[in-house]
């Protein structure tokens, strides 16, 4: 662990087993903090949101979103327009064989009594086939040889991706809670009964007591649970917005001074061409990224393969870019969260754009308790009410992925009037970036493409994104 995450640690755990017993005054009521005897209520001094596992910090700003490349397809789906991200973190590099694998496991070790759940999960292997092409050793060995445990997983869907990221969110805070001595170890965790960030935070989830259990103020000799404002817990992992991902593909952070971008980007690395000119002067002149040269040159001669690889290749291959990301600009396309639509934005939509909101709210028993966990061990979630403007401005139902269209209604799936013979609906969902089997021009971060939810590609892969919580 790198020392500065070590002392931010230190810190968090300090303040969350000290800063209790602080009494603190309200500058508005006068009245004890952190005080029984004033009521009750706790405060924490918050020492910063620890990175991830696996993370790298994005510093948010605004940028040109849109394509920098001529529009050699007539799409026009991606105009330019000035937007702004908040702050997030995002994977180094794309999720591995080995990250997927490690998540098959413990899918399979849990759920014992439904089996379905890790069948699910399964990428689709066959996605390498070609009816014109042997590509067979790479369906039967491309996800579980250690030869490959460091390339890019692929074969795995949209809806796969987000399930990864959830279980990758639990295992992230049930290892935090265990660092700080609040949770023990619990290998013998089934079906149900394993560590939901939800379920815990609604007391659903109890696992085995550590050593330095959270004391209630209020119960003498009490211990509670850690609750959302002790700020231990981590945000959500989850698949970036199409703005955030495009964002730091072109990690402008090391072409700008002050409020001045110096050049539009056309790869995630300065220059015009696809070639290393910085560094040291025996990589000069390399490739920067892994990607289809041209008609029948996947890598070039093999003398001289150069850029090293002729399908994907390791996850930590080629330079980052400035904010420290690995092969935006190639090895495989990535998902991101994002419903498509050609013209996907209103212009009015100018900070941390995005479309396919769909608002839920945690389910409530009759009298109004969250509702029990499902099987899963998941806290279950339903829409929110749907209200008049008269009520609320902003939003007025649950699903808005289809917010602005021109659409029809086919049941209760939307989409265009041309969806007799379009594959664009709210299945459709953006991926962005080259793969090894692409062009050049697809290494722009502003080109963009869609796939159904369902469906998965032998170029295809995912990394995953956090919210920064709190200033940037």
């Known amino acids: 662990m790198k020392r500065n995450n070590t002392v931010l640690l230190i810190a968090l755990g300090v303040a969350l087993s000290f800063t209790a017993c602080k009494k603190e005054k309200s500058s508005i009521t006068g009245w004890n903090y952190n005080d029984a005897k004033w009521g009750g209520f706790e405060t924490y001094d918050y020492a910063g949101?620890?990175?991830?596992?696996?993370?790298?910090?994005?510093?948010?700003?605004?940028?040109?979103?849109?394509?920098?490349?001529?529009?050699?397809?007539?799409?026009?789906?991606?105009?330019?327009?000035?937007?702004?991200?908040?702050?997030?973190?995002?994977?180094?590099?794309?999720?591995?064989?080995?990250?997927?694998?490690?998540?098959?496991?413990?899918?399979?070790?849990?759920?014992?009594?439904?089996?379905?759940?890790?069948?699910?999960?399964?990428?689709?292997?066959?996605?390498?086939?070609?009816?014109?092409?042997?590509?067979?050793?790479?369906?039967?060995?491309?996800?579980r040889h250690p030869a490959y445990k460091n390339y890019p997983v692929v074969g795995v869907n949209w809806l796969q991706a987000t399930e990864f990221a959830k279980w990758r969110t639990d295992r992230v805070n049930e290892m935090i809670l265990i660092r700080e001595g609040i949770l023990k170890p619990d290998i013998n965790q089934m079906n149900e009964e394993n560590f939901n960030t939800g379920a815990y935070l609604a007391s659903q989830y109890q696992g085995l007591d550590g050593k330095h259990l959270v004391k209630d103020i209020n119960i003498k000799k009490g211990t509670r649970n850690v609750k959302m404002e002790d700020g231990i817990f981590l945000p959500d992992y989850r698949l970036p917005t199409e703005a955030e991902w495009e964002y730091a593909a072109t990690g402008n952070v090391g072409a700008s001074l002050y409020e001045n971008i110096n050049d539009k980007k056309i790869y995630s690395w300065g220059g015009l061409t696809v070639r290393h000119k910085g560094g040291k002067e025996k990589d000069r002149g390399l490739i920067n990224a892994n990607f289809k040269r041209g008609k029948g040159d996947q890598g070039g001669i093999a003398s001289w393969l150069n850029d090293g690889a002729l399908i994907t290749t390791e996850v930590k291959a080629y330079w980052p870019n400035d904010y420290g990301l690995y092969n935006m600009s190639g090895n495989v396309s990535e998902w991101v969260m994002d419903v498509y639509r050609s013209l996907s934005l209103d212009d009015n939509t100018d900070f941390n754009p995005y479309r396919g909101n769909d608002y839920k709210k945690p389910k409530l028993d009759q009298w109004g308790v969250i509702d029990v966990k499902d099987s899963l061990g998941r806290i279950v979630y339903e829409d929110v009410e749907t209200v008049d403007v008269q009520e609320r401005r902003n939003y007025q139902?649950?699903?808005?992925?289809?917010?602005?269209?021109?659409?029809?209604?086919?049941?209760?799936?939307?989409?265009?009037?041309y969806g007799v013979s379009s594959l664009v609906n709210d299945k459709a969902h953006v991926f962005k970036g080259a793969s090894w089997n692409d062009r050049a021009y697809w290494m722009s971060p502003g080109t963009r493409r869609f796939l159904d939810q369902r469906q998965s590609l032998s170029t295809l892969g995912f990394r995953c994104a956090m919210h920064r919580v709190g200033a940037p």
């Not at 995002?90 to 064989?97: A, G, L, P, R, V």
């Not at 699903?399 to 009037?417: A, F, I, R, S």
Request: aromatic content about 18%.
């Open 49 to 143: 949101q620890e990175t991830g596992p696996g993370l790298v910090y994005v510093k948010g700003g605004n940028f040109t979103m849109g394509s920098s490349e001529q529009d050699v397809l007539y799409d026009r789906n991606n105009f330019e327009r000035k937007v702004t991200v908040d702050a997030f973190y995002m994977d180094e590099t794309e999720i591995s064989n080995l990250h997927y694998l490690e998540y098959l496991y413990w899918l399979k070790r849990v759920f014992v009594d439904l089996p379905e759940v890790y069948e699910t999960a399964l990428p689709d292997t066959n996605c390498w086939r070609d009816r014109l092409a042997y590509n067979e050793p790479y369906v039967d060995y491309y996800l």
């Open 397 to 417: 139902k649950a699903d808005n992925k289809g917010y602005l269209d021109e659409e029809t209604y086919n049941g209760d799936n939307q989409m265009y009037e």
